[in-house]
């Protein structure tokens, strides 16, 4: 028998609802933020992501599944969207006419870490990416954002925090600083860290082994007076909008690209992998993919992540079954019941069966089991009366007789 691979799994209902639900809630707030749809694909080259989200970070250097396909070209299955939404971009021309561009994506992500719970191999993320923006303001809405899709999809407890890792300027003078402190503490790195020091220092920041003494120890970043302000402004706006954050000068995140604003959510509920979310702005990538001067901003949600905070938190939304589950005996009757069933589906009223080839026993049980309001039910008795009986499956006593006709009126009427 075929199993699914180590990592990667199936999502039943009704986890799957819960996920829609999500989507739908990120959709609703992306719509009123004037964000549209991007849809890109699973697989880009290699290069594209060795080159943007860079060749010394964990997700490109251990994570990445990467091969040569059949034409001999190196590919990769995308391990985060905003390579190729910064590809697509520059290929197809979304500056013209100088508007920013406000996207977002929906879609499986790649990453072959090793598994544990809320670290997959395949997992969705729900991203945003306002590109050609340098205010502050694209910062504070991209982080406002993020916080309004959490609560409208129902994830309690989750805190923002924020720190600058400064302009590019400020990040040269920082990394001759960093290395040569770095330099001096070889020994105290791990092997990992000893390794891309010299072509990558701010990553030891990240590394989960050296980045806790490092953040107490090495020298930190000078910002420039324009880093200060945008940093300080970006403060501002949130707190204007009523977003909660704290500072956390110590954050760095696993991606090259970023500066200035970087930003995480946590959520207590998820344990070692607290992070839900992640972004921050990225001022130079786009130019250094070839493509024009656009300072941009943005960030991803893991909505599995977010699946776990809202179960954990007992937000996910209730079983809900159908409003009529059909029982019929008999050729004539089960003709009936599925003229009926389309009926009261064509008006928005959920109905559901199950066989009406097995006895009316059987398919009492599954009514039982369906979670529906009523069952309908129809023999013989009601086929000559043109009227079904209505069972009500939800406590209440009592079983009443509703004329065919009238059983979608009768129908929409909400159960007590
Ligand atoms: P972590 O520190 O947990 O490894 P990350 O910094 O690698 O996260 P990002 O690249 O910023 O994560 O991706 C954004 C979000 O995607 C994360 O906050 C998380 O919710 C989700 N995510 C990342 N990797 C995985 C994974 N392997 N399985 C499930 N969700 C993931
Ligand atoms: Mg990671």
């Not at 990553?203 to 980045?211: E, I, M, P, Q, T």
């Not at 130019?287 to 599995?304: E, Q, R, T």
Request: aromatic share 8%.
């Amino acid at each position: 028998m075929n199993r699914t691979l180590r990592g990667f799994r199936d999502i039943l209902p009704p986890d799957s609802e819960l996920f829609s639900a999500i989507e739908d809630a990120a959709r609703e707030v992306f719509r009123l933020h004037g964000y549209r749809e991007i849809r890109i694909p699973t697989l880009e080259t290699k290069e594209l992501f060795v080159k943007s989200t860079g060749d010394t970070t964990d997700i490109v250097e251990k994570e990445m599944y990467a091969f040569t396909d059949g034409g001999g070209r190196e590919v990769a299955m995308r391990p985060e969207g905003t390579p190729g939404v910064a590809r697509a971009y520059i290929e197809q021309n979304l500056s013209q006419g100088g508007r920013n561009a406000k996207l977002f994506y929906i879609g499986p992500m790649f990453r072959a870490e090793r598994p544990q719970a809320g670290r997959y191999r395949e997992f969705t993320q729900i991203g945003v990416e306002c590109i050609g923006n340098p205010s502050p303001s694209a910062d504070a809405e991209s982080i406002s954002l993020l916080v309004k899709v959490l609560e409208k999809a129902g994830a309690p407890g989750c805190t923002v925090e924020l720190n600058t890792l400064g302009c590019s300027d400020c990040r040269r003078a920082y990394r001759d600083q960093l290395l040569g402190y770095l330099k001096l503490n070889t020994e105290a790195l791990c092997e990992a860290c000893r390794r891309r020091v010299d072509r990558n220092p701010m990553r030891a920041l990240d590394c989960k082994v050296d980045g806790p003494w490092l953040a107490d120890k090495a020298p930190h970043i000078s910002l420039c007076p324009g880093c200060v302000e945008h940093f300080d402004r970006t403060q501002a706006l949130l707190k204007a909008a009523g977003v909660d954050f704290k500072v956390n000068r110590t954050m760095v995140r696993g991606l090259d690209y970023y500066t200035r604003t970087v930003f995480e959510v946590k959520a207590g509920a998820l344990g070692a992998q607290d992070a839900v979310a992640g972004g921050g702005r990225y001022d130079d990538l786009i130019k250094s993919m070839g493509g024009p001067a656009a300072p941009s901003v943005g960030w991803a949600m893991g909505l599995d992540r977010a699946a776990l905070v809202i179960k954990a938190a007992g937000a996910a939304p209730e079983e809900k079954g159908p409003s009529a589950f059909f029982v019929a005996s008999g050729k004539e009757a089960g003709l009936e019941a599925f003229r009926l069933m389309s009926d009261l589906r064509a008006v928005g009223i959920p109905a559901d069966y199950s066989n009406f080839d097995l006895s009316m026993k059987s398919q009492m049980r599954s009514a039982d089991r369906s979670g529906a309001d009523y069952a309908v039910i129809i023999g013989e008795d009601e086929l000559k009366s043109a009227a079904c009986s209505l069972k009500p499956l939800k406590g209440q006593a009592g079983q009443e007789s509703v004329p065919f006709a009238g059983l979608a009126s009768r129908l929409a009427v909400k159960p007590a």
